[in-house]
Each structure stands twice: as C-alpha cells, then as structure tokens.
C-alpha cells in the first residue's frame, strides 16, 4: 500500500496490529477520523492512554477494575458465599449480563493449556484457594466452574475440583447448555443464564 503520508502509514500501521483489523479497515478508520473534529481523535487517544496506565486487577478476584476492590466485590448486594470461576473479564461480563447471577467472582486470567505452555502456576488459583482457607473472610459455601467446554475448560475443572476437595464445600459446574466447544462469552444470554441457573454438582 503506498500513502501519501508517512504520518496516515504511521497510524494504519499502528491500528493494523490490533487483532482482526487489516490494513484497509485500519485506513478506512484513520481517515474516518481525520474526516472528524480533531477534538474525537484527542479524546480517544485519552482514553486510552488512561485505560492502559490506570486499569488495575482486583486485588480479590483478579476482575479488571478502577480501584483496588471491582465494583462486584465492594458491593453489599452480593451473594459472598458463592464464588464463579471464570477464565477471564470477558466471561464476568457474559455472565453479569445474563443479570441471573448474584454470586461473586474469580477469575483465573486463562485456563490451563499444555499446547501453549500455560500450567496451573501461571493461573490465579493458590488466592482462589486462599480465599477459601482464610477464617476472616467471606463463609463460601459453593464454587461454581463456568469454564468452556473445550478440552482446556475440562482439565482446568479437573484439577480445581481436585484442589478444592480439602474444603467442604459444594463444586457445581454450570449446565452444558453452552455448546460443547464453544466458548463463553459467545453463549447467547438466555442459554448461558438457564447454564449458572441448573448447574450441576461436579462429581
Ligand atoms: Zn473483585
């Protein structure tokens, strides 16, 4: 592609690396914007730069968050003695927005995968179990595993249910309503909320 300016080549090169834009989505985008007041670049370019430097992880259930506690967390209206075990934001998302949910979260930040390299170490599971072990916090009652029914999803289950066998308490996986092989955060809302709904003791 030859432009005719090394600054628009700049910024189309720049877009193209996010995931699933080439470069002529990336060059309509930018000059899509130049097209605009300068004022919509400038604010998008804010918004960005705030997102990357200021977003934090819980400090609790490793959500993405503002602060050091996520809104879920910090909310009085929550069910604290239940506690859903997701792979990443995405997912809390695809499950807040079935509104069929009022437990907390935790979430691993990936599943493990031989193939890529990813063990248990590299996932958030020794504070999954902290917060269970620790006497002061919340009286947790049942672990629900909402992982996706990929071969990943099932060893990651496999080995929790085995790591969480020394607490009694209750392990439920949601209801295969989600199509096998599929993900999450894909399930429409109505399966996926009936899934948390009729979940199913782990055995
Ligand atoms: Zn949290």
Known sequence: MEFPSKLIEDAVNEVAKLPGIGKKTALRLVLHLLKRDEEQTQSLAESLVAMRSKVKHCRKCHNLSDNDLCSICASHKRDRSLICVVEDTRDVLAIENTAQYKGMYHVLGGIISPVEGIGPSDLHIESLIERLRDP?????????????????????A????????????????????VPIGGDLEYADEVTLGRSILSRISYE
């Open 136 to 156: 002061d916090g919340d009286a947790i009652k049942e672990v629900i595993l909402a992982l996706s029914p990929t071969m990943e999803g099932d060893t990651t």
């Open 158 to 177: 496999f080995y929790l249910q085995k790591k969480l066998r020394m607490f009694s308490i209750k392990i439920s996986t949601i209801a295969r309503g």
